[in-house]
């Protein structure tokens, strides 16, 4: 059974930093990715970074360069580090993962079969 858990969300000031955590398991095996997503009031879901089980990295063009994907040695914690937060990154934001998505849809939600239940990211300008 699969189960993301996300942590470290809250109020953060334009400027600042937050790390998300996603605990993984019941995925973190074959070829899967752990993403995460973005999704603000009236917005769409967004992609912000993933993760690949051979360790590659993919970002969002609006998080490029300030927010970083990792996990630890284990394998089954994947963590968002968010610098230089800016208001505009305000947003609920989300974990997910499969056990076999291709590279051509990581950026794609829908290609996602697994979704924890969303952490509150606030950033006051």
């Known amino acids: 059974q699969v189960q993301l858990v996300e942590s470290g969300g809250g109020l953060a000031q334009a400027g600042g930093s937050m790390r998300l955590s996603c605990a993984a398991s019941?995925?973190?095996?074959?070829?899967?990715?752990i993403g995460w997503f973005r999704q603000a009031p009236g917005k769409e879901r967004e992609f912000v970074a993933a993760?690949?089980?051979?360790?590659?990295?993919y970002y969002g063009e609006s998080v490029k360069g300030r927010f970083t994907i990792s996990r630890d040695s284990a394998k089954t914690t994947v963590y968002l580090q968010m610098n230089s937060l800016k208001p505009e990154d305000t947003a609920v934001y989300y974990c997910?993962?499969?056990?076999?998505?291709?590279?051509?849809?990581?950026?794609?939600?829908?290609?996602?079969?697994?979704w924890g239940q969303g952490t509150q990211v606030t950033v006051s300008s």
């Open positions: 997910a993962a499969d056990r076999s998505i291709i590279l051509s849809s990581i950026r794609d939600p829908n290609q996602y079969d697994h």
């Open positions: 019941g995925v973190t095996s074959g070829s899967y990715a």
């Open positions: 993760i690949r089980y051979n360790g590659y990295t």
